[in-house]
């Protein structure tokens, strides 16, 4: 390596980006040099936020005539595409021995400049006016081939996991371009192979420090239900660690590699330990789940979910693996969640909600330190004041590497929920922008990594299918077990009618186009309902229309369609529609969400499909990703999602005022739906760790809710839940005798990689 700029400078950087792009990697390829040189300018100049999706889209592509924005949007995506591997290339070659590493992330657009000797990262800072931002470059006729024709926009489950099934193209690489051996311990990946068979459901890995033994929960004995398997790293001869007729999931290896302790649902469920050579497992807490020993094997940390009856707030334990005593931490914490050990021993990171006085505003949820002697807690701040990328939901932390200060979580981001990295400094607080580690297409979960850099993740796959449940719905009390409603599989949204016949609205991409399809059960046929892009079915309540969005061609926008029962037609046009929610009682208006303008952010609005009136709802919140009119049209109930946080409210659909708090927002909970007579409202919630079906008594007068909430029906199956489906998939509907939902029948496999 050549000497290395000690302090990053825009003229070091401008130089290194000259070396890129004359470089072999970059010859010819006239789009892929322009956006780049156009994001490290922005960058340079402190203008990050010009490098949001929707406005570099607009600003790069300024001078080139596209007519759908759609087709701008695929255009950038694969441009982008193509820059990061050239870039790859460019520094397994020509630029290996550069001081200076540069990279596009896709998907992100802020580019990574850092020192490739000192680690140190060009900071990038706030907007201002001390550098100008350049116009966005013409886009010449270039060398570089056009991209091919883009496909219809699709959601993630149309896209889900083909990488992980086919072993290629999982995409890890190293984001920040550090050599081999450098202090970083997420060296760059190679590799990657499947350590269990992917017709098995297998999940929750864990790994001995020295990387050779892989423990892990799968349904691949003959009992079908979930035990622990023992397996080497590079082996295929696992042990069966657990038996009997319950699960057990989520083990965590002691630091010697000779105990496991894990969650099981044996004897009332709780926390068990047990020797990797086998022997009758020990019984450590109660219900405790998440458990993890700590590296110097004298504890296990565990949490206890929030209790449905409302007898208390989901709790944070540590047991004595010595003297068998069992010690609460953070009391003063309203909730505590997924505890991860500290190299030391001394401290645990959780995600966490403080406690606050009478009038003093409500916490929100971040990732939390504290020391295991219970005194004063960090705020880490990487869910509040740590660096943003724009749409990146987070998910739980996984993982506290023992060097380097990097925690390893899962994040969704687009159409994908990957393996992502945060740095925390000596104090505990967040350094730096999160960084992606591996960029499959499916969803890549549960890591774990070893002292020499061996990691082990879970890769989820899973087909969709609709199931019913009978159900008392005014009541909140089920009548049956669940079962099929359709061998359909990959829809995405169900809407049957209870007045009209039975049919069914879904979303497919069958013939490579996304499209909204009728289903006759009586002629077991299936058509769809236009010849463009549709997608989005709402039925009006008495089953006689079917709304939906449809793309118009040539670029015109977005109109919503209206289908009534005897074949009439009419548009609606609604340029500003991106999700339709419900429809008003009289079937005259409906409700949807509209994107914001300066944000990628829903807000719910109406639009009255006779006149075309498009009003915004009163003391509109931003955020909203699911909505519901209540039968009788005086309440909305609404979905908002706030810096990752999922919350239920109600709000009146006039002018009454703002929204009301249903759900406390310490877990996730999404897909509120009314009771036909509007005195219960119905939600999927992950408040025990699993998604399951919910209701809560509403008070008919504000709209408020009425006493805590109750689960109508587990799903705690890991072959088959609601819980790996993302908001967009899932769907909800009532109706007075059952309820219909989307299930994800699904499959997991244990996936290693190797450092090269």
């Not at 010819?28 to 990050?48: D, N, P």
């Not at 914490?333 to 050990?341: D, G």
């Not at 909140?476 to 599989?489: H, R």
Request: proline fraction near 8%.
């Amino acid at each position: 390596m050549t000497d290395s700029v000690r302090e990053l400078t825009p003229d070091g950087i401008r130089e290194q980006l000259r070396r890129i792009l004359d470089s072999d990697a970059f010859k010819g390829a006239t789009r892929s040099a322009r956006l780049l040189e156009y994001c490290v300018e922005a960058a340079l100049a402190g203008k990050t936020s010009a490098l949001v999706e929707h406005r570099l889209m607009d600003a790069w592509l300024a001078n080139k005539t596209l007519d759908e924005d759609r087709k701008k949007l695929a255009l950038l995506r694969s441009v982008s595409r193509r820059a990061d591997h050239r870039l790859r290339r460019y520094y397994r070659t020509e630029g290996s021995d550069d001081p200076i590493f540069i990279g596009l992330t896709p998907g992100i657009y802020v580019p990574l400049i850092r020192d490739r000797l000192t680690g140190g990262r060009w900071a990038d800072t706030p907007d201002g006016e001390e550098a100008p931002l350049p116009a966005a470059p013409p886009l010449p006729s270039p060398r570089e081939s056009s991209p091919q024709r883009p496909p219809r926009s699709v959601r993630p489950w149309m896209v889900a996991a083909a990488c992980l099934i086919a072993g290629t193209g999982l995409g890890y690489w190293n984001p920040f371009g550090f050599a081999t051996g450098a202090s970083d311990p997420l060296v760059t990946l190679a590799n990657f192979r499947r350590l269990t068979p992917p017709e098995t459901m297998s999940i929750d890995p864990t790994i001995t420090r020295d990387g050779r033994l892989v423990v892990y929960s799968s349904d691949r004995g003959s009992s079908g239900f979930m035990h622990l398997w023992l397996q080497p790293a590079v082996g295929t001869m696992p042990v069966q660690l657990t038996h009997g007729e319950f699960d057990d999931r989520q083990p965590s290896f002691s630091a010697e590699g000779n105990l496991v302790v894990y969650h099981s649902e044996q004897d009332g469920g709780g926390v068990f330990v047990v020797s990797v050579s086998g022997g009758r497992p020990r019984k450590v807490a109660p219900e405790g789940r998440s458990p993890r020993i700590s590296p110097d094997g004298k504890w296990v940390a565990y949490w206890i979910p929030a209790r449905t009856d409302g007898g208390g707030d989901s709790k944070l334990y540590i047991a004595s693996l010595e003297t068998n005593s069992i010690r609460q931490l953070r009391g003063d914490f309203l909730t505590t969640q997924y505890p991860v050990w500290a190299p030391d021993s001394k401290h645990l990171l959780f995600i966490g909600r403080p406690r606050r006085g009478p009038g003093e505003p409500p916490a929100v949820s971040d990732w939390w330190v504290t020391p295991i002697d219970d005194s004063a807690p960090v705020n880490t701040g990487v869910l509040t004041d740590g660096p943003r990328l724009m749409g990146l939901e987070y998910g739980p932390p996984w993982h506290w590497q023992r060097t380097g200060g990097v925690v390893l979580f899962e994040a969704i981001l687009g159409e994908t929920r990957n393996l992502w990295a945060v740095g925390l400094s000596s104090n505990f607080k967040v350094r730096g922008l999160p960084r992606r580690i591996t960029k499959g297409v499916g969803r890549e979960s549960q890591p774990a990594t070893s002292d020499n850099g061996r990691i082990v993740f879970t890769g989820l796959t899973g087909a969709e299918r609709i199931w019913t449940l009978p159900l008392e719905a005014n009541e909140g009390k089920t009548t049956g077990g669940p079962k099929v409603a359709t061998a359909l599989q990959g829809i995405v949204e169900y809407f049957p009618a209870s007045g009209s016949g039975g049919r069914m609205a879904y979303v497919s991409p069958k013939n490579g186009s996304v499209r909204v399809f009728l289903r006759d059960a009586a002629r077991n046929s299936d058509a769809p309902v236009a010849d463009a892009m549709t997608w989005s079915p709402i039925f009006s309540r008495d089953g006689s229309t079917l709304a939906y969005l449809r793309e118009e061609g040539g670029g015109k926008g977005i109109t919503v369609e209206i289908l009534a029962a005897g074949g009439a037609r009419r548009d609606v046009p609604c340029n500003s529609c991106v999700r339709l929610f419900s429809f008003s009682p009289d079937g005259n208006t409906v409700l949807y969400g509209a994107r914001g303008t300066e944000t990628d952010r829903m807000y719910a609005r109406t639009l009255n499909l006779a006149t075309g009136e498009n009003r915004a709802l009163a003391g509109e919140a931003e955020g909203i990703v699911n909505a519901d009119w209540s039968p009788d049209g005086r309440f909305i109930a609404l979905t908002s999602l706030n810096r990752g946080v999922h919350r239920i409210m109600v709000m009146p659909s006039g002018r009454g005022g703002g929204p009301v708090p249903i759900t406390d927002g310490f877990s996730f909970s999404d897909n509120p739906r009314w009771s036909p007579d509007e005195k219960l409202l119905y939600f999927f919630s992950d408040e025990d760790m699993f998604r399951c079906l919910y209701a809560v008594r509403i008070n008919p007068a504000t709209g408020g809710g009425m006493g805590p909430s109750w689960a109508v029906h587990h799903f705690h199956q890991a072959q088959r839940s609601p819980y790996g489906l993302s908001p967009g998939e899932q769907s909800l509907v009532i109706r007075p005798d059952a309820a219909y939902f989307t299930l994800e029948e699904a499959r997991g496999s244990i996936w290693v990689g190797d450092p090269r």
